[in-house]
């Protein structure tokens, strides 16, 4: 294995290096063999260097007759020359008398004489002039480029000498062509002049490494762009080594990154940790993964593109590990560098898996349809098919069809999983609508998902098992119908007082048993409770942490519903239900909406209470009773009342008629309401304050022999006392069951008074009424617009007109049209009955006038008046008198209705057209309507700009006819001016 060393600038190369060396070496050589050269230091007259020192070469027997010049055992040096070391007295005997001389002459025959200007040296008699051996003295040797003259070595031909040697200028790097001429570095010299060295091409002026210049990469001026370096005559990432892996996956690699060295800044994390470097190279094109998955410390991973330096990803934690793991998509061929590396310095042995993804495909199966099922996969190497939409991009998914058996809820969950899931479901196909979509499955503590859904027969869904943050490996995918526990879940026994607690934020739980008093409901805990005793039972939540809602059902959780309570404290709720001994009931602890759920504490209670009802009053009128509601107990709530002790009583009509029912005289602030037949009955009426004050009173409409239970209650939590309660028949006409009979006859005017009155009715409009009334029966002689009015009445009046009876629908209300005074018009079919209820507002009352009349005029909706077909036209006239038959929809149905005065028009060419009611007198409505007053609303105004005045605009076709109303804001009429003109 390599370790790669990234060099951080550019430096020469190996080659030369080693010819600087090479010459540095050469010049070494040289000097030292031109040692013993003249140019040495001197010697005293008569002496030689040698060696460093000077000796006697004419008497010297190691240097004789040149240095180094040693003469055997036993002679000596003379003259420079090696003799005998003997006498030689036979010597002197010259030519033949050597033999007569004795030893001694033989000897001195054995010496070697030279001729005349030679000198006896080791290899002979030589020329100290001009042998190169001996040049000057024996042994004393020439350098090879130089030669011996007179006794001195000095250059030979084709050298030079410079600085103290012989060099050749031809070739020369040092010495180019003249001496101290010295070629640039990367340069050699040749013929005597400097060329690049083999490799090396002249750029800009100078000889660059095409091989590895940064700016002269293969070819002069092919800079590399800032962050490559040149490598091999390319630009490329890494200026250090790599280990090149070539195209092989799937594969597994190992390594370390302990002493290795720091190359690039990744983008995912810190600076400054050690790096292994792989090159690999795409066999062809598509996505392919890496992780570390195994490696044995906090490892990142980058992938670079190997040409452009360009970080195509880096992970640090993989799906919460402290592995990376990363995914890019390559063109064949393409090579990427991939940057094995550690979080924040951290180092130690890896493991590298790489591979190529499957593509993209959803659903990869169908799962069978028998319940439960579970499929085991890897997602490691597919493709991101789907986009989840709680999971992450580029992130491999796998995805199976299911289609439900039967209608029910089911389970989809990643149980048994090995990294962090996401799971989603969608309806139909992979591209369908997003069901459900889960990361982890909090309430189980686990980084699994979970789903619960509703699913019809035969519906097909989509499962699709992500990752978190590119997260991948084997999953499961478990499906299984869901179980809904049993209801009641658990028992209270019969056991009071106590407390339970628990909770209903419990998975997969959703409403299973829905609120009676409110819209929706959230999870439910239930409980069974058996009345121990015949009496009154308390459950509360109060001490929940979310908003509840409390209700009891008969016997199980689908009988029918006891109790129902949203709010008594608070966010917490409370019910009371009389039970007979050994009476059991279904107690449901659930929360206000669908999302509410929580920890819950459900308090058990029991209190004894009276009869119901206590008193019989049997059916004399008129009676009074007094009484006290102190130390009652709260078991029935009226609708009109909270929270208070009641008393209650039973009473039977003895006869049809109008009943007055009330709590005049009381001490208290009375609630009063009326139950049908029993104890248990539905609630007839109920009333807090009568006219105005604490006192309570109903008007009842009884049939003979008709028994109700009369509830006597305080208006608020806490409020108790003494009360009176009255009864009596009320003789008068006027109510619901003797109305007035107006008859049919039209127009009609009649007078009277609301004083001391019942109130028969509360009206469907006015802020708040509880005031007297007075009701008269009208029967339409004709099809037509009918006006009923109370102008000229003397209190703030309400007038509501009713189909056929009090229980029939609201055909009109009107609270003010004129100041206080009421106005309804609407069409009667002929004989239709009507009841005309005359009423105050809040509790007014007072001398009223009703007319009834038919309205015959001009300007309704089904008299229109019609304006033709001008270019440009202006219309006056008053909405005074007229009816109100139509609601504009640019005005609050809050608002008063107002008489209107209605008007077609036919434009007789195409254009824009501008209406107006610049000019009248009040704050006018203007609204347009195609085909008549019922057709579509076109265009609508109130005020224009600041003014009370009213404008439209719009494009009409030829001969397109339009309804155009001029109406009221909130009850107004007056004289008006309308305006139409094209642009």
């Not at 009918?786 to 009109?812: M, P, R």
Request: aromatic residues 6%; hydrophobic residues 35%.
């Amino acid at each position: 294995m390599s370790h790669p060393g990234l060099r951080a600038r550019f430096e020469p190369s190996s080659t030369a290096l080693w010819l600087t060396i090479a010459a540095l070496v050469a010049l070494a050589a040289l000097a030292a063999s031109c040692a013993g050269d003249s140019a040495a230091a001197p010697c005293d007259d008569g002496l030689t260097p040698c060696g460093g020192a000077c000796f006697d070469t004419q008497a010297d027997p190691d240097h004789c007759g040149g240095c180094d010049g040693v003469c055997a055992s036993g002679t000596r040096c003379e003259a420079g020359v090696c003799v005998d070391g003997g006498a030689g007295a036979g010597g002197a005997g010259a030519g033949g008398a050597g033999g007569a001389g004795g030893a001694g002459g033989a000897g001195g025959a054995g010496g070697e004489l030279c001729a005349s200007g030679l000198v006896a040296c080791s290899s002979g008699c030589v020329d100290l002039a001009t042998d190169a051996a001996h040049c000057g003295g024996c042994g004393q040797e020439c350098a090879a480029e130089q030669r011996c003259e007179g006794g001195a070595c000095r250059c030979a031909s084709g050298f030079t000498a410079c600085g103290g040697g012989c060099v050749d200028v031809e070739s020369d790097p040092l010495h180019c062509g003249a001496c101290e001429a010295r070629c640039p570095l990367h340069e050699t010299c040749v013929e005597g002049a400097c060329a690049c060295d083999e490799g090396f091409a002249v750029c800009g002026g100078r000889c660059v490494d095409l091989a590895v210049d940064p700016a002269h990469c293969g070819a002069c001026g092919a800079a590399c762009a800032p962050g490559l370096f040149c490598r091999e005559r390319a630009c490329a990432c890494a200026a250090g080594d790599y280990e090149d892996i070539g195209s092989t996956v799937p594969r597994l690699l190992t390594g370390t990154t302990v002493g290795a060295e720091t190359y690039f800044p990744l983008a995912c994390m810190g600076v400054g940790s050690t790096q292994f470097v792989y090159r690999f190279t795409a066999e062809e094109a598509g996505r392919y993964r890496f992780d570390t998955a195994g490696s044995s410390y906090d490892t990142a991973i980058g992938v670079l593109d190997f040409d452009a330096c360009e970080e195509l990803a880096c992970n640090d934690d993989h799906g919460g590990a402290v592995t990376g793991s990363a995914s890019v998509a390559l063109e064949q061929g393409q090579s990427v560098l991939l940057v094995v590396s550690g979080y924040d310095g951290a180092q130690g042995d890896f493991a590298l898996h790489l591979d190529r993804m499957a593509p993209p495909a959803c659903p990869l199966d169908t799962l069978a349809t028998a319940l439960p099922q579970s499929v085991t996969g890897d997602t490691w190497g597919l493709g991101d098919a789907v986009s989840t939409g709680c999971g992450s991009i580029d992130t491999p998914d796998a995805s199976y069809s299911f289609t439900a058996p039967r209608a029910g809820r089911y389970v989809f969950d990643t149980s048994g999983s090995t990294f962090d899931t996401v799971l989603e479901l969608r309806r139909g196909s992979c591209s369908g609508t997003v069901i459900s979509c889960n990361d982890n499955d909090d309430a189980m503590g686990a980084k699994t998902s979970r789903l619960v859904a509703s699913l019809a027969e035969g519906q097909t869904v989509v499962a699709v098992v992500d990752g978190v943050d590119g997260g991948s490996g084997p999953f499961t995918l478990n499906v299984s119908e869901f179980v809904p526990p049993p209801c009641p879940e658990l028992t209270l026994g019969a056991t009071f007082p106590q407390t339970v607690t628990g909770t209903t934020a419990i998975p997969d739980r959703v409403s299973a048993v829905p609120s009676p008093c409110t819209s929706d409901s959230g999870p439910e805990a239930t409980y069974a409770f058996t009345a121990p005793a015949t009496a009154l039972y308390t459950f509360d939540t109060f001490g929940s942490s979310f908003d509840t809602v409390l209700h009891v059902h008969e016997g199980t959780c689908s009988g029918e519903s006891v109790a129902c309570n949203d709010d008594t404290s608070g966010r917490q709720s409370q019910v009371k239900v009389m039970l007979r001994e050994g009476e059991t009931i279904a107690v449901v602890v659930d929360g206000y909406a669908a999302v509410a759920s929580g920890a819950f504490q459900l308090n058990v209670s029991q209190t004894f209470v009276l009869p119901c009802p206590l008193i019989d009053l049997g059916s004399t009128v008129p009676q009074t009773v007094t009484g006290s509601t102190a130390d009652a107990a709260d078991v029935l709530r009226p609708s009109c009342g909270s929270g208070a002790g009641e008393v209650t009583y039973r009473f039977t009509a003895p006869a049809a008629g109008t009943y007055i029912v009330d709590t005049f005289g009381s001490s208290l602030d009375t609630a009063l309401s009326v139950l049908d037949g029993s104890c248990s009955g539905a609630e007839l009426a109920c009333n807090d304050d009568a006219l105005g004050s604490s006192p309570s009173r109903l008007t009842l409409e009884l049939d003979e022999g008709q028994t109700i239970v009369l509830l006597v209650d305080g208006s608020a939590a806490g409020a108790s006392g003494d009360f009176t309660l009255n009864i009596a028949p009320f003789s008068g006409g006027g109510t619901c069951s003797t109305a007035i009979d107006l008859g049919s006859v039209v127009p009609q005017l009649v007078t009277g008074s609301t004083a001391e009155r019942p109130e028969s009715v509360r009206p469907a409009c006015g802020s708040s009424s509880n005031a007297p009334d007075m009701i008269y029966r009208f029967t339409a002689p004709e099809d037509g617009l009918y006006i009923f009015d109370t102008f000229g009445s003397s209190f703030d009046t309400i007038l509501q007109i009713l189909n056929e009876s009090c229980e029939g629908t609201s055909l009109g209300c009107n609270d003010n049209t004129d100041g206080k005074q009421s106005r309804v018009a609407l069409g009667l079919a002929a004989d239709q009955t009507v009841l005309a209820v005359v009423d105050g507002l809040g509790t007014s009352s007072g001398d009223y006038v009703l007319q009834v009349d038919r309205f015959t005029g001009p300007g309704t909706c089904a008299t229109a008046i019609h304006l033709g077909s001008p270019l440009s036209l202006t219309r006056t006239g008053s909405t005074r008198g007229q009816p109100d038959a139509v609601r504009p929809k640019c005005v609050s149905a809050a608002t008063v209705s107002s008489p209107e005065t209605v008007f077609t028009y036919t434009a007789p060419i195409r254009g824009t057209y501008v209406i107006d009611t610049i000019g009248s007198s009040f704050n006018t409505v203007l609204h347009v309507h195609a085909r008549g007053c019922a057709g579509t609303e076109l265009q609508c105004n109130d005020d224009l700009t600041s003014s009370q005045a009213s404008k439209v605009q719009m494009e009409l076709a030829p001969n397109q006819t339009i309804t155009v109303v001029v109406d009221g804001y909130n009850g107004a009429s007056g004289d008006f001016t309308l305006k139409i003109a094209k642009l």
